[in-house]
């Protein structure tokens, strides 16, 4: 339990009936904690003792919030931390993702940061918050709000759209 004006930010998952079946019980799940310590990142609800992992101050270069956005979806937000060289990735479900997987679901966003990420989902980042958490206790780490980036797919049966200058009307007889 916090003070109610302690620097310390937590975020937590709504609770869910997928919580309860995964074993979880119905207590409170941290999904994002930074206090003195340093980052915690709670692991994703199915997955929650596997991948959670507290990343220490000393560890980290910078934290990074960004979300992507396919054409007629929701955007899909994310925090991820950009570690000093030399700091072994954080266990979490997109620690062994692909360069190339990286990149085309996150361009903007380098490769590590990616790896080291966890979905915003059943909660939500109060960056307000967040930046007063980390001035109070890592003035030295910086805190990156990228804004919403745009994936265009790419590939075979991607061709019609806005801006393909092709239409549906282009193959009706």
């Given at each position: ?67 992507t956005k396919k054409t007629m979806e929701r955007p899909i937000r994310r925090i991820g ?59 030295q780490v910086q805190l990156r709000v990228h804004p919403v980036h745009k994936v265009v ?21």
């Amino acid at each position: 339990m916090t003070v109610p004006h302690s620097p310390v930010y937590q975020a937590y998952y709504t609770r869910t009936p997928l919580q309860l079946f995964s074993g979880l019980g119905w207590k409170r799940l941290m999904a994002f904690r930074a206090d003195e310590s340093g980052v915690t990142l709670g692991g994703p609800v199915t997955r929650y003792r596997r991948f959670t992992a507290l990343v220490p101050w000393r560890d980290i270069e910078a934290v990074v919030v960004w979300a992507t956005k396919k054409t007629m979806e929701r955007p899909i937000r994310r925090i991820g931390s950009k570690l000093r060289q030399g700091v072994p990735d954080v266990p979490g479900p997109d620690s062994t993702i692909s360069p190339q997987t990286a990149a085309s679901a996150a361009p903007h966003i380098e490769y590590q940061v990616v790896r080291n990420n966890r979905v915003v989902v059943f909660w939500k980042v109060d960056h307000t918050r967040l930046a007063a958490a980390m001035q109070a206790f890592a003035p030295q780490v910086q805190l990156r709000v990228h804004p919403v980036h745009k994936v265009v797919p790419q590939g075979p049966g991607t061709g019609l759209g806005n801006s393909s200058g092709g239409s549906i009307f282009d193959i009706l007889p």
